[in-house]
Nanobody
Framework: QVQLVESGGGLVQAGGSLRLSCAVS????????MGWFRQAPGKEREFVGT????????RYADSVRGRFTISRDNAKNTVYLQMNSLKPEDTAVYYC?????????????WGQGTQVTVSS
């Protein structure tokens, strides 16, 4: 099984930065992708970005491209979301997710989420 634990959320002023971490606990399970998603109050969960665990390639939602960066440390089994130039509309609960299937784009495991609040 895979367990994901996010950390690093908090309150920040607009224009500020935060770095979220997602620690992955797994045994004999291969990871293929890690994703970050977010859900604001009253809204559906939305895709933020994803990183290929093998080659490190990443892609992002239009709303965060150029401001957010996903990276991973394979040795530490940790994925990061560096968020710069934060805006009030970035306020949400942020979730990391793990995909363990090579042949699909699914995310099979999810963390509990961490709150990010951006004040104006």
């Amino acid at each position: 099984q895979v367990q994901l634990v996010e950390s690093g959320g908090g309150l920040v002023q607009a224009g500020g930065s935060l770095r979220l971490s997602c620690a992955v606990s797994r045994r004999t399970v291969s990871l293929y992708r890690m994703g970050w998603f977010r859900q604001a109050p009253g809204k559906e969960r939305e895709f933020v970005g994803t990183i290929n665990w093998i080659d490190g390639n990443s892609r992002y939602a239009d709303s965060v491209r150029g401001r957010f960066t996903i990276s991973r440390d394979n040795a530490k089994n940790t994925v990061y979301l560096q968020m710069n130039s934060l805006k009030p509309e970035d306020t949400a609960v942020y979730y990391c997710a793990a995909g363990v299937e090579y042949t699909t784009a699914r995310y099979n495991y999810w963390g509990q989420g961490t709150q990010v609040t951006v004040s104006s």
